[in-house]
Structures are given as structure tokens and as C-alpha cells.
């Protein structure tokens, strides 16, 4: 199994542009998670996707719009980049049931630089 | 959610025993401590967790006080491929609203000097 990737590994856009950043997983989780990562800092959340088909906004969702395109997928959108986007973003699943025992699992993130 | 509390860093030399500790002093009742870690330029990587008795796995063990505000992960004989930042995470068994999704502080660094 390859679990979580996320693509492209690096990306360098600047101010006003638009990107999205992929996210599969293979495990048949229900549950996937973008994070954000900047320097020095742990992760902050930015959307979730409990379920296929559902989507809810996480702590610092302002700038960007998610897709949960079926089971395996879902999609993380910037429509006007901002150099505060600047970051390392990291996709998560998690097959549990959310009973406390249950654990995610995270891709190898995307380096994202926004000039 | 509840909020625990971490060194900033730590250092270890290699081969010997590592002891991370964290505070979580308003835990609840039907909180699991989780701890994650972070190796360089890598996603973060579930460690270990545990309610209220000890726990050993093939990474770590996890031992938690009798009562509970703090935890402590310890490895047993650092290797220089467990330099990376640690997270300890509350997770609420019950809570309204519980989705699985992650509250991350700062997280301890490990260094391991050969």
C-alpha cells in the first residue's frame, strides 16, 4: 500500500495565482484532514472531510476550498495565492470510528512558496 | 479540547534512554493521550497511545501518571533516527462533534548526539 501521497511535492507560485494540491490515500478511509505547517510551528487545520461527500471547515480554512472528489480523493484549493499561504501542507486519513483510539495517517506534504 | 504542555527540546545521546514529558493537568475522563513524532521534512507518524495503564509497543512506551495529568514518552535507547519534534495530543473518546481531526502544539525537539 502506498497510504497517503500528495502531489506535487514542491510548487512555487506567485501572488494571485491558483493551484491545487491533490491528496489520495488507499487504506479505504473514511475520514481525510489538510493541515498546514509553518516554520517552527505545529500543524493547524484547515478542512476536513469526516465522510465522502461531506466537507467542514477546520481552524484556519480563509483562502482555500477543498473537494472530497470520492473515497480516495480530496482535493485542497488556493483560487488567489497569498504569500501568507506560504507553508508546508499535509494531507491526513483516518479509518477510525473517532472513539478516541483511533490514528491518522499523514503524506509527505507539499512545500508550497507563494512570492 | 484539552491542552497539554511540552518542553520546547530536549537532547539525548545515542543508546541511552529518553524520557519526553508532557502535562495535560485538565484532562478528562474519557481523554486518550496520543503521541505523534515528526522526522525532518517528513508528515507526522503515530507513536503510541493510551487511556490510563502503561503501554509498550515495538516504537516506545507510554507512561501515564495515576492521575493522568501527565504522561511521559519514553524510548528506550535513542538512535539518531529518533531526532524529530514530538507531539503529545488529547483524544476525546466522546466529545460532540468528535471527527477525528488533530490539535497540534509546538511539540518537543529531540536531539541525539552520537
Known amino acids: 500500500n502506498a497510504g497517503v501521497t500528495q502531489t506535487p511535492k514542491f510548487q512555487v507560485l506567485k501572488t494571485g495565482q491558483s493551484m491545487t494540491l491533490q491528496c489520495a490515500q488507499d487504506?479505504?478511509?473514511?475520514?481525510m484532514y489538510w493541515y498546514r505547517q509553518d516554520p517552527g510551528m505545529g500543524l493547524r487545520l484547515i478542512y476536513y472531510?469526516?465522510?465522502?461527500?461531506?466537507?467542514d471547515k477546520g481552524e484556519v480554512p480563509n483562502g482555500y476550498n477543498v473537494s472530497r472528489l470520492n473515497k480516495r480523493e480530496f482535493s485542497l484549493r488556493l483560487e488567489s495565492a497569498a504569500p501568507s499561504q506560504t507553508s508546508v501542507y499535509f494531507c491526513?486519513?483516518?479509518?477510525?470510528?473517532?472513539?478516541?483510539?483511533?490514528?491518522?495517517?499523514f503524506g509527505p506534504g507539499t512545500r508550497l512558496t507563494v512570492l | 479540547d484539552a491542552k497539554t504542555t511540552q518542553p520546547n527540546s530536549m537532547e539525548s545521546n545515542e543508546e541511552e534512554p529518553v524520557h519526553l514529558p508532557c502535562n495535560h493537568s485538565?484532562?478528562?475522563?474519557?481523554?486518550?493521550i496520543h503521541w505523534y513524532r515528526q522526522l525532518p521534512s517528513q508528515g507526522p507518524e503515530y507513536v503510541i497511545h493510551g487511556l490510563t495503564s502503561n503501554v509498550n509497543n515495538r516504537m516506545a512506551s507510554l507512561a501515564i501518571a495515576e492521575d493522568r495529568k501527565s504522561s511521559t514518552l519514553i524510548l528506550h535507547r535513542a538512535t539518531l533516527r529518533d531526532a524529530a519534534v514530538y507531539y503529545c495530543i488529547l483524544r476525546d473518546a466522546h466529545g460532540s462533534g468528535n471527527t477525528g481531526k488533530l490539535i497540534f502544539g509546538q511539540g518537543t525537539t529531540l536531539q541525539v548526539k552520537p
Open positions: 472531510s469526516a465522510s465522502e461527500g461531506t466537507t
Open positions: 491526513a486519513s483516518n479509518g477510525g470510528a473517532f472513539r478516541g483510539t483511533d490514528t491518522q495517517y
Open positions: 485538565t484532562i478528562s475522563g474519557t481523554d486518550y
Open positions: 487504506m479505504n478511509h473514511n475520514s
